[in-house]
């Protein structure tokens, strides 16, 4: 006596059907439970985020500290200017 009931899994969801041999027709089917929730893709998303923001807040304290530096050169740049008033060589003069 031939079966009258198949259990085929698909392989694409994973989900578990039973079909009728003689008719094709799907008769039952079971579809495995996802471990993924909605509540923990919202949690993941917020610890993103607050490491994101503070990424940024650090990038942004470094990049104001950095500017900070380079003013001061330039102020400096501009005290020792005085000191260099005179104009550099030029290369025909050097002969």
Do not use: N
């Not at 985020?49 to 990038?59: C, G, M, N, P």
């Not at 102020?75 to 050097?94: F, G, I, Q, T």
């Amino acid at each position: 006596m031939a079966k009258q009931r198949v259990e085929v899994i698909c392989p694409s969801c994973q989900t578990t059907m039973t079909v009728d041999v003689k008719t094709g027709l799907v008769i039952h089917s079971e579809q495995q439970k996802s471990a993924y929730s909605f509540d923990e893709a919202v949690e993941k998303e917020k610890a993103r985020k607050e490491k994101s923001d503070e990424l940024f807040a650090k990038a942004f304290q470094d990049e104001k500290k950095r500017q900070d530096r380079l003013e001061e050169k330039f102020r400096e740049a501009l005290k020792s200017k005085d000191e260099l008033d005179e104009p550099p060589p030029r290369p025909w003069d050097l002969d």
